[in-house]
């Protein structure tokens, strides 16, 4: 059974940063396509940044320049780091791992809150 566990939300000050981690457990060892998402009540999941099985990085616009994501020593385990941070990068923030297929999970989720 796939699990994907987030940890490393919370409160943070306008300017301020955050580190987000996702680590897969159960199923395969192959390397996965990992990635981040948001979504904000009301609105649609929004794609954030992604690392591929090649470790070719992807990011939104919107981020692009503040948040960085990483595979941690080559295994399916991500960080998003994320700096100066702004109101409206408030989300519950998700992690999602896919092998191609039907092989796509989801995490549960972490609130990333930006307030002063």
């Known amino acids: 059974q796939v699990q994907l566990v987030e940890s490393g939300g919370g409160l943070v000050q306008p300017g301020g940063s955050l580190r987000l981690s996702c680590t897969v457990s159960g199923g395969t060892s192959r390397i996965a396509t990992m990635a981040w998402y948001r979504q904000t009540p009301g609105k649609q999941r929004e794609f954030v940044a992604e690392?591929?099985?090649?470790?070719?990085?992807n990011i939104a616009n919107s981020v692009k320049g503040r948040f960085t994501i990483s595979r941690v020593n080559g295994k399916n385990t991500i960080d998003l780091q994320m700096n100066s941070l702004k109101p409206e990068d408030t989300a519950v923030y998700f992690c999602?791992?896919?092998?191609?297929?039907?092989?796509?999970?989801w995490g549960q989720g972490t609130q990333v809150t930006v307030s002063s």
């Open positions: 999602n791992a896919f092998w191609g297929g039907a092989s796509n999970y």
């Open positions: 690392i591929l099985s090649s470790d070719k990085v």
